[in-house]
């Protein structure tokens, strides 16, 4: 944390300030940067998130209008800039024209005024966008979409949207279509008082990381599956013996019925190794991905 980082510095300044008088005047201006630093980020350090509303769109989740596909992989705040950085990934099959998204920047306290962005395109699906935002903002509202040929402005805003309910596919045809709409409140962005714009190549590496760290963390819940998979067929092969054991001291009503439930635990292991199996088949399949994207990150990053 920040915090930690900070006062941790404050310790070593302090140390170096006892032994050596000399640095006094390099070490006043560094605490105050620091204290500054510290000021800026108590919010996020202090609040309570147990008592916040988060109103934002998750992370690595997809969200779907028309035949565009889109999802959110990193949100990024600088304080001190006031900057905000959004990486989103998008993929649509029917964009023969290849022609570049438009994007919207609002603000839930002012949804009439459209704020500047700029963006990176990094390849056919990556897009990172910058804005420097005011200072004590809630909600922002990302929408995304192909200009229409009626290039009258957009007259929906923020106050009639249900945030609450974070409806992303929604189509506006006043002057973008087949709009994504991705929110980020400010209780929900990670704080980065070193976030400046970087050269594609950096971001490349940053985007692979990001989509295998959302990878791995896939692949652990799979595990996870796996793992009760097993454990469930073993129960059901205990629970058949055990059936077996006790069927020899059954009338002939009770085997019936012993019989039948043996039949349905078989099933039950039957169903449930296949579907372990394509689970496992799909791990392999995502480590697979890892590595490609990997090899991107050689390729192109840095």
């Known amino acids: 944390m920040l915090k930690d980082h900070i006062e941790k510095i404050v310790n070593i300044l302090s140390e170096k300030l ?3 008088k000399s640095i006094f005047y390099y070490v006043v201006p560094i605490i105050s940067v620091l204290g500054l630093l510290f000021f800026i980020n108590s919010k996020a350090m202090f609040s309570n998130s147990g008592d916040m509303k988060i109103r934002s769109t ?5 969200q779907v209008t028309d035949s565009l596909h889109a999802k959110i992989l990193s949100r990024k705040y600088n304080p001190i800039t006031k900057t905000v950085e959004f990486i989103i990934y998008t993929e649509d099959s029917n964009n023969i024209d ?14 009439n005024v459209v704020i500047p962005t700029r963006y990176q395109k990094i390849d056919a699906n990556y897009y990172v966008i910058l804005a420097n935002v005011k200072k004590n903002w809630n909600v922002l509202s990302l929408s995304f979409g192909y200009e229409s040929a009626d290039n009258s402005s957009m007259n929906e805003d923020l106050e009639d949207i249900d945030i609450d309910n974070l409806d992303t596919s929604t189509k506006d ?3 973008l279509v087949s709009v994504v709409r991705i929110y980020s409140d400010a209780n929900d962005i990670k704080s980065s ?12 590496s940053e985007i692979m990381d990001l989509e295998i760290d959302f990878i791995n963390k896939d692949i652990d819940k799979l595990n996870k599956k796996i793992e009760e998979d097993n454990s469930k067929m073993k129960d059901a092969e205990s629970k058949i013996v055990e059936l077996k054991n006790d069927i020899r001291y059954q009338t002939e009503s009770e085997k019936n019925t012993t019989e039948a439930n043996i039949t349905k635990l078989k099933n039950l292991i039957s169903s449930t190794r296949d579907l372990g199996e394509k689970r496992v088949d799909r791990v392999k399949e995502l480590k697979e991905k890892i590595n490609k994207l990997e090899q991107k990150k050689m390729d192109f990053g840095v």
């Open 58 to 62: 998750p992370l690595n989740e997809i």
């Open 18 to 20: 006892k032994t050596n």
């Open 173 to 175: 045809k006043k002057s």
């Open 98 to 111: 290849k022609k570049d998204l438009k994007f919207e920047l609002r603000e839930q306290e002012s949804p």
């Open 193 to 204: 008082s070193f976030l400046t714009e970087k050269k594609k190549s950096k971001y490349i």
